[in-house]
Nanobody, 122 residues
């Protein structure tokens, strides 16, 4: 059983930055970030593999968000720059031992954190 704990959310003005962290209780091969706004489905944000050799971003965040990981700490980060009001959502990290074409969908992940709220004001 993998436990994931997110932190780093908060309230920020448009154009600002936040860095989310997700600490895992053990090493996991694939770690992803998803987000869910009120009334909307959970959507893919970014994913990274153990070596960091594979990183993928949703089109809506590419160029503004950067995913990284510190394997010594079993922690993945999501640096979010130039935030927009439409980035407002609960952000979740997720873990899986398999990287595939399904790694952009929530159903591919076995473990989830509790979520952290990100609110971007205009």
């Amino acid at each position: 059983q993998v436990q994931l704990v997110e932190s780093g959310g908060g309230l920020v003005q448009a154009g600002g930055s936040l860095r989310l962290s997700c600490a895992a209780s053990t090493r996991t091969y694939v770690m992803g970030w998803f987000r869910q706004a009120p009334g909307k489905e959970r959507e893919f944000v970014s994913v990274i593999t153990w070596t960091g050799g594979n990183t993928v971003y949703a089109h809506s965040v590419k160029g503004r968000f950067t995913i990284s990981r510190d394997n010594a700490k079993n922690t993945v980060y999501l640096q979010m720059n130039n935030l927009k009001p439409e980035d407002t959502a609960v952000y979740y990290c997720a873990a899986s031992e398999v990287y595939s074409s399904d790694s952009y969908t929530p159903s591919a992940y076995n473990y989830w954190g509790q979520g952290t709220q990100v609110t971007v004001s205009s």
